[in-house]
């Protein structure tokens, strides 16, 4: 490639980014891209979309230096259907797709219309010849798998990113052909004029009463009036104005009247649509002089991807903007700017309590409404707490005038720790307190209404109750204390302290797994135990291997093969396999259509069970899918964002008859109707035992409980206790006289920030005195802090060529970039007999550094010998000096 080439590919580059999808050509491109960089595309495609994907694959291209590429890159182009990008780059002429411009600004503009009106297989084919092979064929599968309003918007996507030419006037004929309505709309040679009277209708649209327009997927069956079961309802009715119910009414009522309210309704019940009911009332009765603007707060990310798609959806076709950050694009997004340019603003609350502490957002009056769902969540450090901290500063420090409107929502608002009744009134006012609601909304006038809508799963029982000490969480918190004591522990002989710290963090390594394995056997096959224990011994060979880990080894070894007999012994096989097996034949031989949920505790009996079911010829007609969280456990990395919403919408479209889950499915996700609930040694607080039980929402839902432990059939009670307790103290509340209410929320206001102020922590006094890092294994020297650098506030460094001596390299088994780090490898203790886990070695900027991790180590005090560990930097009081990349050069 020449210099010239180069250049131009690089200044025309947006060209590329607006119109490659680089997941369709890598498969051509693999003599030039290494295998981990062909990944990372893919990654990049599948977290933030075929634009960011196409950026760091032009970033990736131009860097290469071997000869070739560019060729490659065209023909890869040619083959993959690339015609008009192909000859823009081949003659560097890009006219044609300029002219595109216009069209894709209007499609961009009509998108919400384009959704709602066309039904992409019946035009599809007249527009295969506009298309990418893989890009048709996805537009196909996904109108098989979730239906015309998914595929229509998978067919924008692909058309604004087509390179032929041609696809304005193709789009124009399969239009006029097929005589869908849409067509009036796509008047190509006057695209701006179009434009502009959708805006004008719009603002007429403004000042009238607007319905929203809500489409009836099958997981929304329950929002709003449609007594057609999924299969019924044809695409001529599913963009008809719904009608809200009348408990939805009632329940927005309070909101729409200006009042800070609490929102407790079922699961199921169309919560959502009550939010939307308010967002509408709200932006369209705002006070005069002062645009309405909207927060929705979701914690999680699947939840808040799903609302971000309903707000869209249902506002963007009324002329409302709507936007969405979460932490996964909050680096890439202009916080300050994207609040401004919107109406309608769906986050995830940390992106905000970040935004507010660095002064990006000045004040919550930048709002006129917050929505917080699973509003429960409003206390102690939860980020809702910290926003309505901010919020209640505010208010009490005598500026409430332009507040936001406050409304939470919830299945359950819980009653903490309460034993009796008042007890639980309290807890519920400080939540209200908290949320600084006046008003709990629950459905009175209309429960006859609500509960032929939401129907509350028969509960059973399966117990089967034995006492045992090891295997349980008591044993592992014994197990902990001791691991955690022996970091600290001191002697006199500094050789003999290291010797025995390390022997006793060994022991209880090995003792923790020891543990975990019989809580695997306890819930699933003994196999399945007995193969955590031998990929820990794998591990444990591969690492460093020293005598306590070989005599351990070899004690496990003599017993390996006792152990496999046991396991394959069919006579041993676990109890509650036997009742969780009786179940799913039983009811699905009484309903071949039945859905169930299984909610398990771990990753880990995800898949046990998982395995489980696909071995077990008896239930091969069940079809299991898994959902997980995101986050990380044993350096094993949870699913991805992409990967759980696959999940959901392959169990959406009857595509798995059984999901088996951890807790990311039992708050806030919109689950298809399921008829089956079983819950797997899985309890948690009256919260979380309303919301799993309502996953359970068709006609008939039943619900198992599946125990041998006594503490979970005991909470199971005490829960069942606390649901009445709260429901009676709920009513009991809204007895009370409105100002009375208020007087006392805001007693507890008053109360509650009197306490806060008076807990503010000082910020930490940097110690300036050098320490020493010692390693929290076996306690040999790893650095000074004076030694210590800090890079972007967060990542710490360590200088000098002596701490290079002190730990060896591993290749990291999954490289990736982060920010401006590239990860490469990891890093341990180099004591031969050690191989703690130290943190990893990364390339910033021009330098090969390593990033260490503080709950890796003990800080010893040089002078008084003291020893300490710290799980987190912000909790240690070191002197912060700024990485020097002069000071690194010499």
Not at 276 to 293: A, F, M, V, Y
Not at 442 to 458: A, G, H, I, S
Request: proline share 4%.
């Amino acid at each position: 490639m020449t210099a010239e080439q180069r250049h131009n590919l690089q200044a025309f580059s947006d060209y590329v980014r607006k119109s490659l999808d680089p997941t369709h050509i890598l498969s051509y491109m693999t003599p030039w891209l290494r295998e981990d960089e062909v990944q990372y595309i893919q990654a990049e495609k599948n977290n933030k979309g075929p634009m960011e994907a196409a950026s760091l694959f032009l970033k990736l291209l131009l860097e290469l230096q071997v000869e070739g590429w560019f060729r490659g890159f065209l023909d890869a182009l040619n083959h993959a259907g690339y015609s008009g990008l192909y000859e823009a780059i081949e003659n560097w002429n890009f006219q044609n797709l300029e002219k595109l411009e216009d069209h894709r600004t209007l499609l961009r503009r009509l998108e919400p219309e384009f959704k709602a009106r066309i039904i992409p297989t019946e035009i599809l084919p007249e527009l295969a010849e506009c298309l990418i092979t893989q890009d048709y064929e996805e537009i196909w599968q996904v109108c098989t798998n979730k239906g015309p309003m998914a595929g229509a918007e998978k067919m924008a996507e692909c058309l604004l990113r087509s390179d032929k030419e041609n696809w304005p006037k193709t789009l124009k004929l399969a239009l006029e052909k097929d005589g869908n309505i849409f067509n009036e709309l796509w008047i190509i040679d006057e695209g701006m004029k179009a434009v502009e009277m959708k805006n004008v209708e719009d603002d007429r649209m403004e000042n009238s009463d607007i319905q929203i327009f809500y489409r009836e997927d099958p997981e929304d069956q329950n929002l709003s009036q449609n007594s057609c079961p999924p299969s019924e309802v044809s695409h001529t009715n599913l963009y008809n104005p719904l009608k809200p119910r009348n408990y939805q009414l009632e329940l927005a009522r309070p909101a729409q009247e200006g009042k800070n309210t609490i929102i407790c309704a079922p699961t199921g019940c169309g919560k959502t649509f009550v939010s939307l009911l308010i967002c509408k009332h709200h932006l369209l009765t705002s006070p005069q002089g002062r645009k309405g603007k909207v927060v929705f707060f979701a914690n999680h990310v699947p939840v808040y991807e799903q609302q971000k798609t309903v707000f869209s959806r249902y506002f963007e076709r009324l002329g409302y903007r709507v936007a969405g950050i979460s932490g996964a694009t909050a680096e890439n997004v202009p916080v300050a700017q994207t609040i401004e340019n919107n109406d309608i603003i769906i986050l995830t609350p940390q992106i905000l309590v970040n935004n507010l502490k660095n002064g990006t957002i000045p004040s919550l009056s930048l709002f006129t409404l917050m929505i917080f769902d699973e509003c429960h969540n409003t206390s102690k450090n939860h980020p809702y707490n910290m926003i309505m901290f901010s919020y209640l500063d505010q208010k009490l420090g005598g500026f409430p005038d332009r507040l936001p409107q406050v409304i939470g929502l919830t299945a359950s608002v819980g009653v903490g720790d309460a034993k009796n009744t008042e007890e639980a009134m309290a807890y519920i006012c400080k939540l209200c307190a908290s949320l600084d609601a006046s008003v709990i909304a629950t459905v009175k006038e209309n429960v006859e209404e609500l509960e032929q809508v939401v129907y509350k799963p028969q509960k059973s029982y399966l117990f089967q109750v034995q006492d045992r000490v090891f295997g349980t969480q008591k044993y592992e918190q014994r197990i902990v204390a001791v691991h955690k004591a022996c970091r600290v522990f001191r002697m006199p002989d500094k050789e003999e302290e290291s010797r025995i710290c390390k022997a006793m963090y060994l022991y209880t390594s090995h003792l923790r797994k020891y543990n975990d394995t019989l809580i695997i056997s306890e819930d699933a096959q003994m196999k399945d135990a007995l193969n955590y224990l031998k990929d820990f011994f794998n591990n444990v060979r591969a690492a460093a291997f020293g005598e306590i880990e070989q005599e351990l080894t070899r004690r496990f070894e003599e017993k390996l093969p006792e152990l496999e007999s046991v396991s394959l012994d069919p006579s041993n096989e676990n109890p509650k396999l036997k009742d969780l097996h009786l179940i799913l034949q039983e009811e699905y031989h009484l309903n071949p259509e039945t859905r169930t949920i299984l909610f398990v505790k771990t990753r880990a009996l995800v898949d046990a069970l998982k395995k489980w079911i696909e071995e077990n010829s008896a239930l091969n007609f069940l079809k299991p899918g898994i959902l997980t969280g995101r986050g990380k456990t044993n350096n094993k990395t949870g699913m991805t964002l992409p990967a759980q919403k696959c999940v959901l919408d392959t169990f959406r479209a009857s595509g798995d008859n059984i999901l088996i889950a951890t807790s990311v499915a039992d708050e806030g996700i919109d689950i298809a109707q399921c008829n089956l609930v079983i819950l797997y040694e899985y309890v948690g607080n009256v919260i979380r035992m309303i919301q799993t039980r309502g996953r359970g929402r068709a006609k008939g839902s039943k619900c198992y409980l599946l125990s041998s432990n006594a503490d979970v059939i005991e909470k199971e009670d005490i829960n069942l206790y606390k649901e009445k307790m709260m429901n009676d103290s709920i009513s009991r509340l809204q007895t009370w006289d409105e100002t009375v209410f208020q007087e006392r929320i805001h007693h507890i206001q008053n109360q509650e920030k009197l306490i806060r102020d008076s807990q503010l922590k000082p910020e930490l006094v940097p110690d300036k005195q050098i320490k020493r890092l010692l390693c929290g294994k076996c306690k040999v020297l790893a650095c000074n802090t004076a030694d210590i650098r800090v890079i972007e506030e967060s990542h710490y460094t360590v200088i000098g060529d002596d701490f290079k001596k002190r730990f060896v390299s591993k290749p990291h088994p999954k490289p990736r970039s982060y920010g401006g780090f590239e990860k490469k490898e990891k890093i341990f203790c180099a004591r031969q007999d050690c191989g703690h886990d130290w943190g990893i070695h990364v390339r910033y900027k021009t330098f090969e550094i390593p990033v260490i991790k503080i709950e890796s180590f003990v800080v010893e005090d040089i002078t008084t010998g003291l020893q300490q560990h710290y799980p987190k930097w912000k909790d240690f009081p070191l002197e912060k000096i700024q990485f020097d990349a002069k000071e690194m050069s010499k």
